[in-house]
T-cell receptor, first 113, second 116 residues
Framework: QKEVEQNSGPLSVPEGAIASLNCTYS??????FFWYRQYSGKSPELIMS??SNGDKEDGRFTAQLNKASQYVSLLIRDSQPSDSATYLC?????????????WGAGTKLIIKP | DVKVTQSSRYLVKRTGEKVFLECVQD?????MFWYRQDPGLGLRLIYF???????EKGDIPEGYSVSREKKERFSLILESASTNQTSMYLC???????????????FGSGTQLSVL
């Protein structure tokens, strides 16, 4: 079992709809959770971080964390073609050095006009 | 904005060559990281450094070494390049990395290394 798992996709969503991206993790002691967006041929960039259970909203993006069920999700409202990218989930846990992030392989999101 | 600059976008080397990948950041960040990214595997940490001349191994340090003589510069060295080191190499830096809610990695544009 991978430590951080994501559906590789591609996930195809119509423009204007809600895109829902999911991530599960195995280290129950994990404390910090991140969503990075990576456009094709570009480097990852941080879009959301979340540290406590519940929802965290930033514009059209909402991160949701459920530590009991060990999943973190990212919702993108009013999806735009510019949201088409690969979304990487990253988790900072307890099984590795405090400096390490464990990354999922990413979910490719395609927003269809 | 933070700028993380990697010296080469594309690099082609021969098996057995010694390869240097350079990374420079301009925001006085303490923490710097070297990752490699391969399709389907996600990002894997090779080495990180939390201070000048301080370094720690990540998950896949074999075949690599690093150097951090100055705060702004973190170099990755492939001692004897092999074909299985063909990959995208990403350098990143961060101001905070031990909690506090401001843990954010700033990435360079990456170096696509091909070892023939």
């Amino acid at each position: 079992q991978k430590e951080v798992e994501q559906n590789s996709g591609p996930l195809s969503v119509p423009e204007g709809a809600i895109a829902s991206l999911n991530c599960t993790y195995s280290d129950r002691g994990s404390q910090s959770f991140f969503w990075y967006r990576q456009y094709s041929g570009k480097s990852p960039e941080l879009i959301m971080s979340i540290y406590s259970n519940g929802d965290k909203e930033d514009g059209r993006f909402t991160a949701q964390l459920n530590k009991a069920s060990q999943y973190v999700s990212l919702l993108i409202r009013d999806s735009q073609p510019s949201d088409s990218a690969t979304y990487l989930c990253a988790v900072k846990g307890t099984l590795h050095s405090n400096y390490q992030l464990i990354w999922g392989a990413g979910t490719k999101l395609i927003i269809k006009p | 904005d933070v700028k993380v600059t990697q010296s080469s976008r594309y690099l082609v080397k021969r098996t057995g060559e010694k390869v240097f990948l350079e990374c420079v950041q301009d925001m006085d960040h303490e923490n710097m990281f070297w990752y490699r990214q391969d399709p389907g595997l996600g990002l894997r940490l090779i080495y990180f450094s939390y201070d000048v001349k301080m370094k720690e191994k990540g998950d896949i340090p074999e075949g690599y070494s690093v150097s951090r003589e100055k705060k702004e510069r973190f170099s990755l060295i492939l001692e004897s390049a092999s074909t299985n080191q063909t990959s995208m190499y990403l350098c990143a830096s961060s101001l905070e990395w031990t909690g506090g809610g401001n843990e954010k990695l700033f990435f360079g544009s990456g170096t696509q290394l091909s070892v023939l």
